[in-house]
């Protein structure tokens, strides 16, 4: 059984930054896409960021790109995401996800597996 537990959550001012931790766990990942995803109070989880874990190819939300970067190391069964020139409409809880996916996939039903997720909030 696949388990997900992130860390790395917490409040930042505007312009910090942050990392979060997904630790992988129940099998090997080889072959699946390992996504973040957030949701802010009152909106819908949306898309943030994915990584093949085969090869690392990756992909961003516009709202984030250029500010996150997501990656992941093997040795560990982890994936990060770094989080940079953080904004207060980046206010959400963040959680990882698995897919089991050839190529990377930003809808949420697509992931089968979800973390318990990790509160991120940035004052202004």
């Known amino acids: 059984q696949v388990q997900l537990v992130e860390s790395g959550g917490g409040l930042v001012q505007a312009g910090g930054s942050l990392r979060l931790s997904c630790a992988a766990s129940?099998?090997?990942?080889?072959?699946?896409?390992m996504g973040w995803f957030r949701q802010a109070p009152g909106k819908e989880r949306e898309f943030v960021a994915a990584?093949?874990?085969?090869?690392?190819?990756?992909s961003y939300a516009d709202s984030v790109k250029g500010r996150f970067a997501i990656s992941r190391d093997n040795a560990k069964n982890t994936v990060y995401l770094q989080m940079n020139s953080l904004k207060p409409e980046d206010t959400a809880v963040y959680s990882c996800a698995a897919a089991r996916r050839v190529g990377i996939v930003v809808s949420s039903s697509d992931y089968f597996a979800w973390g318990q997720g990790t509160q991120v909030t940035v004052s202004s």
């Open positions: 129940g099998r090997t990942f080889s072959g699946y896409v």
């Open positions: 990584i093949r874990w085969n090869d690392g190819t990756t």
